[in-house]
């Protein structure tokens, strides 16, 4: 079937550091693939997305690729701040008809950033 | 301009009772999705709407989920009997729609659910 993996938290770094988040799928067809991020508090808000294979989505210094050849769509960033705490999710849209365009989403990944 | 709103916040219901949980999706999207959120997991797909027509309800997890979205605004998620396992967090997103080639999906802050 159709899912996401992403990896074990929590994620502790300190101030500065580099990240990665890595995720993997499984998925009939081309899927979207998706970053959402839930900050303590709030909702969960698009982070970023790539719609085919070899697309790099980016924003706030984060960037993620999406590798078609090993299904993965590893989240990094080069320079984490405290306020990149949060919990981080995964997740990928099918297309074509039957599908309805809902997210199936990973687990979620927790970063804490220390200063 | 506004995003997408979820009432009550917060809900605690003892086992049996019957649940309504109300979303305002962004005015003029399509679409609306409900997720499901259990402690510590990802969202997992309860059911879609375009417009005012459910065309998905295939994440309902039994007959006592109900959901409708009546004049294709508003939305209610409706939980009869309530059970424990239903304590979650109720998610709901909204997006422009297929044909508006819309496919990012903003959500709403939940609603916590705690069943006694």
């Known amino acids: 079937g159709n899912s996401v993996t992403q990896m074990e938290g929590p994620v502790t770094l300190s101030e500065e550091a580099f990240l990665t988040i890595n995720c993997t799928y499984t998925?009939?067809?081309?899927?979207?693939l998706f970053w959402y991020v839930q900050y303590p508090g709030e909702g969960l808000q698009l982070l970023l997305k790539?719609?085919?294979?070899?697309d790099k989505g980016s924003n706030k210094g984060f960037e993620a690729t999406y590798r078609k050849e090993t299904t993965s769509f590893h989240l990094e960033k080069g320079s984490v701040q405290v306020s990149d705490s949060a919990v981080y999710f995964c997740?990928?849209?099918?297309?074509?008809?039957?599908?309805?365009?809902?997210?199936?989403f990973g687990q979620g990944t927790t970063l804490q950033v220390k200063p | 301009g506004a995003g997408v709103s979820q009432s009550p916040r917060y809900k605690v219901a003892k086992r049996g009772q019957d649940v309504a949980l109300r979303c305002d999706p962004i005015?003029?999207?399509?679409?609306l999705f409900w997720y499901q959120q259990a402690l510590g997991q990802g969202p997992e797909f309860l059911t879609y709407?375009?417009?005012?027509?459910?065309?998905?309800k295939s994440g309902l997890p039994s007959d006592r989920f109900f959901a409708e979205r009546p004049e294709g605004s508003v939305s209610t998620l409706k939980i009869q009997r309530t059970q424990q396992e239903d304590s979650a967090v109720y998610l709901c997103?909204?997006?422009?729609?297929?044909?508006?080639?819309?496919?990012?999906?903003?959500f709403g802050p939940g609603t916590r659910l705690l069943v006694l």
């Open positions: 997103a909204s997006s422009l729609g297929p044909l508006a080639g819309g496919e990012t999906q903003y």
């Open positions: 998925a009939t067809g081309y899927p979207s």
């Open positions: 790539a719609t085919k294979a070899d």
């Open positions: 997740a990928l849209r099918l297309h074509g008809s039957g599908n309805t365009g809902k997210l199936i």
């Open positions: 005015s003029g999207h399509v679409s």
């Open positions: 709407f375009q417009n005012e027509a459910q065309l998905d």
